[in-house]
């Protein structure tokens, strides 16, 4: 494999380097995801993260795997695994079908990599183009550099807003209960110098209403046939409270997040994790131990509570959703 280089995945030609997610902001520690059952503890233990990436990076451990030898039936049993790694993100499975059938593992890893970069190009250009100077910006999870290959899907439209010199400010939901905001997204808006605020989920509703937020942009883990679209659970009550306040919401997302074999939102599997990840955070707990908890990843958003939709090829309206864009731009 050809070295690459993103914010959180690396190759140096040999061997494949993710960024353990779930030490930042502290602790910058790469690790070895080269072999596909190391990369799918990474991923269920969200190491490495974001639904773009997980496609990617499975792709790159396959591709590696395939270069070091191993034979057609390991191959196959891997990639299978792979897939099955989380349930939601539907790019683990669009890149994972697209390793099964490859007659060249090693090239369709970096071809994987490199279309993703270049989606997220598409995005950010489309995308910025809807942000106006002076805007205050809402945003949930992360969806920036360490969630893709290239400069991300929501967080990727505000970087590049920013980089045109659009005085915008960042209101970032810190996301519980893993605090993808507050440790990861607030660790990308500090690197790259945008002026921008940590929040609580809880916080979100009280800036909206006191007009500090002009715009929401989210990412997406599937995006069905009709526009209903699932992110990290959160996302759904950020839509309904801009709603509420006349706030255009938009998701962004790469093709490859578009799932035209879900017909709506009702089809898409949401992923349940463990209650502990409810009743604390690392080492610290603060319910008692026991309490019962519910843990959805991720929630789905109705295409009802879309302003428009933001990928790679274009801004979709919510009319455009509604006629069925989706199936004529990503069939
Ligand atoms: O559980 P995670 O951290 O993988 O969830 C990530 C999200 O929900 C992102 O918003 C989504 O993957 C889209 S961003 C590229």
């Known amino acids: 494999m050809n070295p690459f280089d993103s914010l959180g995945l690396r190759h140096d030609g040999r061997t494949l380097w993710v960024l353990d997610q779930t030490r930042l902001p502290d602790e910058e520690m790469w690790l070895d995801g080269s072999d596909p059952e190391a990369m799918i503890a990474l991923i269920k233990r969200l190491a490495v993260r974001g639904a773009p990436l997980i496609g990617v990076a499975a792709a790159a451990s396959l591709g590696t795997f395939a270069a070091r030898g191993a034979s057609a039936t390991e191959y196959a049993a891997a990639c299978a695994a792979l897939r099955a790694a989380r349930p939601t993100a539907v790019n683990l499975m669009w890149a994972m079908d697209r390793m099964k059938t490859a ?7 970096q071809a994987i990599f490199e279309e993703d970069v270049r989606l997220c190009e598409g995005m950010a250009r489309h995308g910025a183009e809807l942000i106006q100077d002076g805007e205050g910006l809402l945003t ?25 010199g659009k005085r915008i400010h960042v209101y970032a939901d810190e996301t519980r209960p893993l605090l993808q905001g507050g440790r990861l997204t607030a660790w990308e808006l500090r690197k790259l110098g945008i002026p921008s605020t940590l929040i609580t989920d809880s916080m979100a509703a009280l800036l909206l209403r006191d007009d500090k937020v002009q715009r929401v942009l ?102 455009d959703l509604n006629v069925g864009v989706l199936t004529k731009v990503c069939g």
């Open 103 to 109: 007659t060249d593992p090693v090239a369709e890893a």
């Open 140 to 164: 949930h999870c992360n969806t920036g550099g360490l969630a893709t290959a290239g400069i991300g899907t929501a967080l990727g439209v505000i970087r590049r807003a920013h980089e045109q």
């Open 218 to 319: 989210v990412g997406s883990d599937r995006v069905a046939a009709n526009g209903d679209f699932a992110n990290k659970v959160g996302t759904y009550g950020v839509a309904v409270q801009a709603r509420h306040h006349g706030v255009p919401f938009h998701p962004v997302a790469p093709f490859s997040t578009v799932d035209l074999a879900c017909p709506n939102g009702a089809a898409i599997p949401i992923e349940l994790r463990g209650e502990a990840e409810v009743r604390g955070f690392g080492s610290l707990r603060w319910a008692p131990e026991g309490m019962p908890a519910w843990n959805p990843s991720f929630d789905v958003t109705p295409v009802d509570l879309v302003t428009s939709l933001v990928l790679d090829c274009g801004v979709f309206s919510r009319e």
